[in-house]
């Protein structure tokens, strides 16, 4: 005899809440994901055209200096 007793019913009860809950976080994620993305896109475009010359320069002067 085991000292737990598990109730058979136990999956058939809380399965289907579980499963609500996993749908709504999900949603959540997903919605959040989504709005960071927007929100990033203005920086990003930013960020790259910061970004994308210095290191264009950087790797002229590595060729220059012959190191790559």
């Known amino acids: 005899m085991s000292q737990v007793e ?14 609500r809950a996993v749908q709504i976080m999900m949603l959540a994620v997903t919605v959040f994901l989504m709005a960071n993305f ?9 960020i790259f055209f910061l970004a994308l010359p210095a290191l264009i320069m950087n790797i002229g002067w590595l060729m220059f200096a012959r190191a790559v």
Request: net charge positive; no cysteine; aromatic share 14%.
């Open 6 to 19: 598990t109730n058979p019913n136990f999956m058939i009860r809380y399965a289907p809440g579980v499963l």
């Open 38 to 46: 927007v929100l990033a896109f203005p920086v990003s475009i930013t």
